[in-house]
């Protein structure tokens, strides 16, 4: 039993591959075995990926081109572990010769510790920085974040595979399973990560450590890129089933957090709400449920207070309350991001009706 096993999964990605899987062999803890999980290559990365394993008897080889999405795809992955930790990483990613050194660490610190994920430094095809993946730090902040965001950047995640398979837990499956069997949400691929991170910060104790352990390759390949207004409908869709969840499992009356919801940094259009800017409710029914799961005294206040301060939709309303967010809780660009969208389309859309074409016939 290795104490790391790395699932990789790859399709046609030869450009990055092998970048990515001599950060694996390279890595300073060696008690690792990578699973590379080709879907069906036609650019010799599978060929690539055999060679590779020629030479180093830790790095094992599967071609499944039948796999129906990236959670059959990882699922499979899964059930071949056999070690107390599964890292994930992506065929164009690269993690630092660190990154299982410092995660064995912080596991071994923590039994509770059910998942841990890291910062990262986001990298372009040449492998120049970009920026930084931002994402919370404590339990309780991914706790309180799960239902209107992913919780995790997934190429950055380790998971302690016992609890993995004590919970049934697995991706684009539902494990919490308080919604009735006929209405359960399966969920193959663009958002499987979510789906199952999000049940974890929800139920177990998940961290993300505060070090780039990972360099997260933005391309135009990218599956974020590609199906960018599919995957934010699906992530909406999650973000209600997981509210759904946790109020069946607390008792509490159901709300629509979809309006509270920032994935991508971007917050929803909702035309079901007809014009709606003020959320106070939802945020009172959000705050309420995700009580229920909070230690007392718990760091998540920066996380609901962040929700407080975008329930309502006004220009002028959202942009004193961020300001005085960010002066009692200090930036994060993810936040920032977030509001500054929302009032850039709002602007957008005022100069819209006022040059239309309604507007200037009268």
């Not at 999000?198 to 599956?223: E, M």
């Not at 309303?317 to 709002?346: H, N």
Request: charged fraction near 20%; glycine fraction near 4%.
């Amino acid at each position: 039993m290795a104490d790391f096993d790395v699932l990789l999964p790859v399709k046609n990605g030869i450009a990055y591959l092998n970048e990515s899987i001599q950060s694996i062999i390279h890595q300073t803890h060696v008690d690792w075995r990578l699973l590379i999980l080709d879907h069906g290559s036609q650019d010799g990365s599978l060929e690539l990926a055999q060679r590779v394993s020629a030479l180093d008897r830790r790095i094992v080889v599967f071609s499944l081109p039948q796999a129906k999405g990236l959670s059959e795809l990882l699922n499979f992955g899964l059930k071949h572990c056999d070690c107390n930790y599964v890292l994930r990483q992506d065929a164009d990613d690269i993690s630092t010769l660190n990154r299982m050194a410092v995660l064995s660490e912080v596991f071994l610190a923590d039994p509770a510790l059910v998942l841990a994920g890291s910062k990262g430094q986001i990298i372009n095809n040449e492998g120049k920085r970009l920026g930084e993946i931002d994402v919370p730090l404590a339990s309780a902040d991914l706790s309180a974040s799960a239902i209107f965001k992913t919780p995790v950047a997934h190429p950055t995640v380790a998971m302690r595979l016992r609890d993995l398979n004590a919970r049934g837990a697995c991706y684009g499956q539902d494990f919490i399973n308080s919604v009735s069997p006929s209405e359960r949400l399966y969920v193959p691929g663009l958002a499987e990560d979510y789906f199952l991170f999000g049940q974890l910060a929800l139920t177990s104790k998940c961290i993300n450590v505060n070090q780039n352990l990972i360099k997260y390759r933005w391309h135009d390949s990218n599956v974020s890129v590609l199906h960018q207004s599919e995957q934010l409908q699906l992530a909406l869709r999650i973000s209600r089933y997981l509210a759904k969840s946790l109020a069946l499992v607390h008792g509490t009356k159901h709300f629509d957090p979809a309006s509270l919801c920032n994935h991508a940094d971007q917050l929803a259009e909702l035309s079901e709400v007809n014009g709606q800017v003020n959320f106070t409710q939802e945020y009172q029914a959000a705050a309420t449920l995700i009580s229920k799961i909070l230690p007392p005294q718990s760091s998540a206040n920066r996380e609901l207070a962040f929700r407080r301060a975008i329930s309502i939709r006004s220009i002028p309303m959202m942009a004193s309350r961020s300001l005085r967010f960010s002066t009692r809780f200090g930036y994060r660009k993810s936040e920032f991001k977030t509001v500054k969208s929302w009032m850039l389309r709002g602007i957008r859309r005022t100069k819209f009706f006022e040059n239309s074409p309604s507007d200037r016939a009268h």
